[in-house]
């Protein structure tokens, strides 16, 4: 895979033993102080979503040992024993009863090759014992080779298998990957959705306490017989409004928190009631230093789900190759080959193998289905499945360049707002400190206040989602192009194993 990582850390989470109670440490805070890389770093180590997904690559392991498991060497053993009694004729036409017993052991080892061709080993003791003849022992050693020469002949039909399960365990590893840089973007904008909930509360309590004030100061007025009583209303209206923003702004900060409890999934004995300080604050980040078209190209070469596309397409390549086989005929060449030795006991039977006596058996076997229609439709149906396979590549490169492209049009967006918000946030500082000048010297109403005071909070609710926006787009950017592991400097594992490019 032409995939570069430019790796300073290395994840050997993932290299560890699957037990998601591995301990990120013993130590139980009620506070937990986050870093974003911390937050990220935490989440692979103790995420139980991720926990389970880890186990996928696993198991398609076993299929790869089982897939080869065709081509290990089999062991047979057998033993037994035969009694019969009839008649035979003698010379004179008289019957006279026969009994014979017999007794045979067979050992043998057989061994499939990727080539197709079958090897075979056995050894055959036996003993005869009749009342017509004295007991017979004898012993046999001999070897066996079938080689199919049409259909199942060659280690690229035989191996199919083999290569499909191989290609499966990639796939999951790469279904791995994927979910990790969902699980990476989903902690990373609840990181911001946390800090932004947080300061939203801050503005809202400021909110508030300007509602008071200007409360308070509406009462000292109409105290003075300043201002009537009238006006009263408003300003406690508009003090309960303000209550009501609190409230929904308390209540945004503990469900987000308890939404990143549970990506985090800190080792505690209460998780649930850990507080959550979050160190770090949102920044610009860096403009764009190419053409969208780039971003696009590196997408198309970095996204997991494009190679998990194209590693099914592989896969239905490889039954092309083992349906198309399939068409031929069955043509086996077969031999076996053997030498036999006789005698009164079983230990001279042995001895004797080496003398002339053998048995030699070889020929060619033939099948063939003269409509073949159940291997003609399974190598038409595998024909169709490439072909699908390959539109559906062709589909999801088109979904990941619109992906790429929607989110260089947000992020270009965010930065637009974030210079927009901020110069409209400063306007309506100066319009409040205006107005609040006016109505001290009785040229504005508590109405007019309470309005400018709506658009300052308004204002400065949207100059910091502007930047909370800007950096979960640049989040969202990065996961389009399928390098968030990258930009967290961490590799997954490949084949077990952990390593830097």
């Given amino acids: 895979m032409n995939r570069t990582y430019s790796i300073i850390v290395l994840l050997v989470i993932f290299s560890l033993p699957l037990d998601p109670g591995m301990g990120w440490g013993q130590a139980q805070p009620s506070t937990l102080s986050l870093g974003l890389r911390d937050a990220v770093l935490m989440t692979l180590e103790q995420n139980q979503s991720l926990a389970v997904e880890r186990y996928s690559p696993e198991i398609y392991k076993t299929f790869v040992a089982e897939q080869n498991a065709a081509f290990d060497s089999v062991f047979q053993a057998d033993t037994g024993y035969s009694e019969t009694e009839g008649q035979r004729t003698s010379g004179v036409g008289e019957f006279r009863a026969v009994t014979s017993r017999n007794k045979t052991m067979n050992l043998g080892v057989s061994k499939q090759m990727p080539s197709g061709m079958t090897l075979g080993v056995d050894a055959n003791l036996r003993s005869q014992d009749s009342n017509v003849f004295s007991r017979l022992y004898s012993s046999r050693l001999g070897t066996s080779l079938t080689m199919p020469l049409l259909e199942g002949r060659g280690s690229e039909v035989n191996l199919v298998g083999v290569r499909q399960a191989e290609l499966d365990e990639e ?26 909930a947080r300061e939203e509360l801050k503005i809202q309590l400021a909110s508030l306490e300007l509602a008071q004030e200007q409360l308070k100061e509406t009462k000292q007025r109409i105290d003075v017989g300043d ?13 309960a409004l303000r209550q009501e923003a609190v409230i929904d702004a308390e209540s945004t900060v503990e469900t987000t928190r308890l939404e990143l409890i549970r990506l985090l999934n800190p080792p505690h004995s209460q998780p649930w009631a850990i507080a959550v300080d979050l160190i770090e604050s949102p920044t610009l980040g860096d403009p764009f230093p190419a053409p969208v078209d780039e971003y696009v190209a590196m997408a198309l070469q970095s996204r997991p789900d494009l190679e998990q596309a194209r590693m099914q397409q592989a896969r239905w390549e490889l039954d092309i190759v083992k349906t198309k086989n399939g068409l031929l005929p069955r043509l086996d060449f077969f031999v076996t080959f053997g030498k036999t030795g006789y005698a009164n006991s079983f230990g001279d039977s042995v001895e004797n193998i080496h003398q002339a006596n053998f048995d030699l058996n070889t020929g060619f076997q033939f099948e063939y289905s003269f409509a073949n229609r159940a291997q003609k439709a399974r190598h038409q149906r595998a024909e169709y499945q ?48 205006a107005e609040m000048v006016k109505f001290r010297v009785g040229k504005s109403t508590n109405l007019l206040v309470l309005l400018v005071q709506r658009d300052l909070t308004r204002s400065r609710l949207d100059a910091l989602r502007a930047q909370i926006n800007l950096r979960k787009a640049w989040v969202q950017m990065d996961y389009a192009q399928g390098i968030l592991l990258d930009k967290n400097q961490i590799v997954l594992p490949r084949n077990g194993a952990v390593g830097s490019e």
């Fill in 171 to 196: 796939l999951t590893q790469f279904e791995l990957e994927a979910f990790t840089q969902a699980l990476l973007a989903q902690v990373e904008e609840l990181y911001w959705d946390l800090y932004a």
């Fill in 227 to 239: 201002m009537a009583e009238i006006e009263l209303a408003a300003a406690e209206g508009e003090v």
């Fill in 386 to 433: 490439v072909k699908e396979a390959e539109a559906a590549l062709r589909n999801m490169e088109q979904l990941v360049e619109l992906d790429v492209r929607k989110a260089y049009v947000e992020v270009n967006r965010c930065l637009r707002q974030i210079s927009a918000t901020q110069a409209a946030s400063q306007l309506q500082e100066a319009n409040y400190t």
